[in-house]
């Protein structure tokens, strides 16, 4: 490796993306298209950085496996930061054996934080807990440590482990720390925001308020808890899922949002068949659904009748609310994840969202027409993300006088 080629590299290892390029801009040889690729990821060209860095890999020789390999391990990064998730997993799984073979564990063990990283975005926590275990991060240096930390505080989030969430938070600030990049820094403090910010509505006799994660993780603990974030009615206990029974969802939210009154029979078949008028079919289906429902919840809560409807009440007393996303409609799956700042593809967002393709599109469609998404692009590379505040004064923005100077 030649002397400009290895100051390119550190100075891509301390964040200074500038002084790699200025080393190694005006070269095409293998080794540089490839660290040009990684500084234009960092700079935040991806649609540059992703080419250069397949020209690199076509460059290396046949012998050159090791480098092959990191190339296809940073274009896997670029696909995820750029939430192109269809890009094929089972080449960085190839990628991360030639390097683990080679002796290569830092970047190793850099493609199964990737793929974990993957895993936790398309929600197969399973998996992404069992390879999180089974991954080594002990020869990670402080960068990728930090990663490998915030890939545990994601999975302790979802998971609703606020306290360890906290922990491998803190452990990646100390990494990031460590190594001295201001971006990296940044990046985990954003993460970290998530655990003082509201996560969803509780709904409590008739009263209604945002609440924290830990709010909601000390919720499940001591009350019934019908879950309208991932459907399922939640006791201290057992968990109770009726995300594929959605009429019987919608009969247990409506007890529980009138717990401890009850909810005459005219509103449970609204709520649960959307019908205007209820007749002697729909009272006689209704009966048929409590019954379901009084199964279902039978170790939890018992459905009772009463004059004009039905109540609910939990087993040994206790109270029972309503856990609720913070912004409810048609589209709010799609819309949470636009509004993590990034721009998603429609194929993308069906991955995640375990939809089809054509009904992801329809809701971008219907997002777009209400100005709560926008799209940038054409054809393949058309991407969606959240519209940008409205109003705000940019020429404030500029450096220089005014034109009226």
């Known amino acids: 490796m030649d002397s400009l080629i290895t100051a390119a590299a550190l100075a891509l290892a301390s964040g200074d993306a500038l002084g790699a390029l200025k080393r190694v801009a005006l070269r095409d040889d293998a080794p540089a298209l490839a660290l040009r690729g990684i500084a234009m990821a ?29 190339c296809v391990v940073a274009e896997a990064e670029i696909a995820l930061v750029s939430r192109d998730l269809t890009w094929p997993p089972k080449a960085l799984d190839a990628a991360s054996k030639v390097l683990e073979a080679h002796g290569d564990r830092v970047n190793s063990a850099h493609a199964g934080n990737i793929a974990i990283r993957r895993l936790v975005l398309i929600g197969r926590l399973d998996e992404a807990e069992q390879s999180l275990a089974a991954l080594d991060p002990t020869p990670l240096p402080p960068p990728l440590r930090a990663a490998h930390e915030l890939v545990a505080a994601g999975i302790a989030v979802r998971r609703l482990r606020t306290e360890a969430a906290r922990a491998a ?11 001295g990049m201001p971006v990296l820094t940044a990046e985990v403090e954003t993460a970290a925001r998530v655990l003082d910010l509201p996560a969803a509505r509780l709904i409590l006799r008739g009263d209604e308020r945002p609440l924290l994660l830990a709010e909601v993780e000390a919720l499940f603990s001591r009350t019934l808890v ?6 399922v009615v939640r ?6 899922p ?14 529980a949002e009138a717990w401890p009154s009850d909810v005459s029979r005219g509103v449970l078949i609204a709520r649960a068949f959307r019908g205007k008028h209820a007749d002697e079919s729909h009272r006689a289906r ?10 279902e919840l039978a170790g939890l809560a018992a459905v009772s009748a009463t004059k004009r409807g039905f109540t609910l009440s939990p ?45 992801v599109q329809r809701a971008l469609d219907s997002l777009a027409g209400e100005g709560k998404a926008q799209a940038i692009g054409r054809g393949r590379a058309r991407r969606w993300m959240s519209p940008p505040l409205s109003g705000f004064p940019t020429i404030l923005l500029l450096p220089g006088p005014l034109p009226s100077d």
């Open 286 to 295: 209704l009966r048929v659904e409590i019954g379901r429902l009084r199964t």
């Open 235 to 240: 006791g201290p206990s057992a968990v109770v």
């Open 315 to 359: 087993h040994g007393g206790g109270e029972i609310a309503v856990l609720a996303p913070l912004v409810e409609g048609p589209h709010a799956a799609v819309l949470a994840f636009l509004a993590d700042g990034e721009a998603w593809s429609s194929s993308a967002l069906s991955i995640a969202l375990g939809a089809s393709p054509r009904t």
């Open 169 to 179: 938070l803190d452990r990646a600030r100390l990494a990031a720390r460590q190594a």
């Open 226 to 231: 019908v879950d309208a974030c991932r459907h």
């Open 42 to 70: 960092q700079l935040g060209d991806l649609v540059r950085a992703k080419a250069l860095l397949k020209n690199a890999a076509r460059a290396f020789g046949p012998r050159e496996a090791v480098a092959r390999a990191r």
């Open 242 to 255: 009726l995300g594929s029974r959605p009429v019987l969802f919608a009969l247990a939210r409506a007890l």
